[in-house]
């Protein structure tokens, strides 16, 4: 079934750096009524001002009564797409991995999604909304430098699946799985120079696939080598058409 | 030889622990309930009682994560650690309240990833030692109406995945468990109600095919012949899969089952 961005109610998560500050552009560009969830301050944001912001932490227990208020206030009564985008990493040795670290990621990637989606599940149910989880193309492979955020994001799809049987004539369930971005999510989890990194796909196009894929409702979308090396070349021939 | 088992009070855990002391090995384990340890007790151990060490440990509970480290280094290193403790939450997705939910999570994922980490970080594991996790069929197979408890065992089946890789030059051992429905109390708790009985796995005998494949180091195992025919089909067709796990469990829920630490209460369907 078609969808459509324009005049949606949305509501996306980690909206404030790398993918996420894209899709939000994208989206509001396109003409959605969109909420944007991050943690940081409105005034450390480059949001535009026509879109609404809340600052939560998502490792926090509170953070789904305040997402739910806060849409609740805006006077939303149903939901067209939730999009869980926030998301953090570690890389590095397995046991240096500090305990706090292990749990922030395990419950921004994981517990927030399912927190959050079970708290707003009336409004998404209300037009047959479209859930859309963030995951990544390194989920289900063995990863050892970043084991923690490996294992959230096989979760995630896991959870993709079985909420997607649940849910057949309610929700849509979608699952998109960006692969190598050059954002700052790699230098926040601690890898300062990412190899490959000529290869890795900008936010921006995978922003636009997202909005694109939204509106087709594909069930999932992984974001292979091939797609980078297809990116990679669209990139380099625009360039020699300059 | 000595061996970490937790969630050993009962199910799965006690089968195991019952098997490595008939083998005459020591096991140190640890349970939420277990009924001789009163909750006032100064230290975590009781004296020992024959080969088996009782620690009581709420594994939800990640700030006594610490203390409950030095009480188990405080023994000597091990020749295998077993993480077995779960939680269940069965129903539909919406029906079961956030905070079951996240107290899952918390039990069944972050937890044992905690205690690996600072067990592997403390050196309580001895080199050729071998590291279980308990994860479900869930995994190769998709389990509607069980959603986090499926989730958090996708999640720990791949982090053994890249621990195995991470712990190859240490020589330690890592296996990961796929068990199919067991006789167990919990599994009736949180089964479909036309479940037979006799058609699950006593686990006594996945306990015994546990220890066998431990032996044989396999990196990945699923007891019972049923079992590993129903992952092979779920890895060729998960769609079809996903469907019959839809008929034959998702659809025959009777009511949500869960634990809620915040509602402080346990609902089973007897009370
Ligand atoms: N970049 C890649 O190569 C790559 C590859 C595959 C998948 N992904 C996935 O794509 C998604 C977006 O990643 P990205 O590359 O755009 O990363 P990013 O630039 O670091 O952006 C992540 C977003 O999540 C927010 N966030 C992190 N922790 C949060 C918390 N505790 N509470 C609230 N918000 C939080 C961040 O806020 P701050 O701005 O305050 O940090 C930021 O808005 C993530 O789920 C990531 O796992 C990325």
Not at chain 1, 70 to 87: C, E, P, Q
Not at chain 2, 174 to 192: D, E, F
Request: charged share 20%; glycine share 6%; proline share 5%.
């Amino acid at each position: 079934m078609k969808k459509y961005i324009e005049n949606a109610n949305i509501c996306l998560t980690g909206g404030t750096d790398g993918i996420g500050l894209c899709l939000a552009r994208e989206l509001s560009t396109k003409g959605a009524n969109l909420l944007v969830i991050g943690r940081r301050p409105r005034t450390e944001t480059q949001l535009p001002d026509n879109i609404a912001y809340h600052a939560i932490d998502l490792s926090t227990d509170t953070c789904t009564a305040e997402i739910a208020q806060k849409i609740s206030n805006m006077g939303w009564r149903h939901l067209d797409f939730l999009i869980h985008n926030a998301g953090l990493g570690y890389v590095g040795a397995l046991d240096q991995q500090t305990d706090q670290s292990i749990k922030d990621i395990l419950n921004v990637n994981l517990t927030a999604p399912l927190i959050i989606t079970n708290a707003l599940f009336p409004l998404l149910q209300k037009k047959h909304g479209t859930l859309c989880l963030i995951g990544s193309t390194a989920k289900g492979r063995s990863t050892p430098d970043f084991a923690v955020y490996t294992a959230s994001k096989t979760a995630l799809s896991d959870m993709a699946r079985n909420l997607r049987t649940e849910w057949r004539e309610k929700i849509d369930v979608q699952e998109i799985n960006p692969g190598p971005t050059k954002t700052s999510f790699h230098a926040k989890s601690g890898l300062k120079n990412p190899p490959m990194a000529f290869l890795f796909m900008k936010p921006q196009e995978v922003a636009q696939e997202i909005g694109h894929l939204l509106e087709t409702g594909k069930k999932e979308k992984n974001f292979t080598v091939f797609s980078l090396l297809y990116f990679a070349m669209k990139r380099f021939l625009k360039k020699g058409q300059k | 030889m000595s061996v970490i088992i937790t969630g050993a009070a009962s199910g799965l855990g006690a089968a195991l622990t019952n098997e490595f002391l008939e083998k005459q090995q020591k096991v140190i384990g640890l349970d939420r309930f277990w009924p001789e340890v009163s909750e006032e007790s100064e230290s975590l151990t009781k004296p020992e009682q024959g080969n088996l060490i009782k620690i009581a440990a709420d594994l939800a509970n990640h700030e006594t994560f610490p203390a409950l480290i030095e009480t188990l280094t405080n023994h000597e290193p091990v020749e295998a650690l077993i993480h077995n403790a779960a939680i269940s939450a069965t129903g539909p997705f919406e029906a079961i309240p956030a905070s079951s939910h996240q107290q899952l999570i918390d039990v069944n994922f972050t937890a044992p990833l905690l205690l690996t980490k600072r067990l592997i970080a403390t050196g309580a594991l001895k080199k050729g030692s071998s590291i279980v996790f308990i994860a479900s069929l869930s995994v190769h197979v998709g389990y509607p109406g069980a959603l986090s408890y499926a989730a958090s065992k996708a999640g720990l089946a791949n982090y053994a995945k890249s621990l195995r890789k991470a712990l190859k030059k240490d020589g330690i051992h890592v296996m990961t468990v796929y068990p199919g429905p067991m006789k167990t109390a919990q599994a009736s708790r949180h089964a479909p109600n036309d479940a037979k009985e006799e058609s699950r796995m006593p686990p006594q005998n996945a306990a015994q095919a546990i220890l066998t494949a431990m032996k044989k180091k396999k990196s990945s195992f699923i007891p019972g012949t049923t079992n590993k025919v129903f992952a092979l089909a779920g890895k060729a067709a998960p769609s079809l899969l996903d469907k019959a796990m839809r008929k034959i469990i998702y659809d025959k829920l009777e009511k949500p089952v869960y634990e809620n630490k915040i509602e402080n209460e346990n609902k089973t369907p007897n009370q």
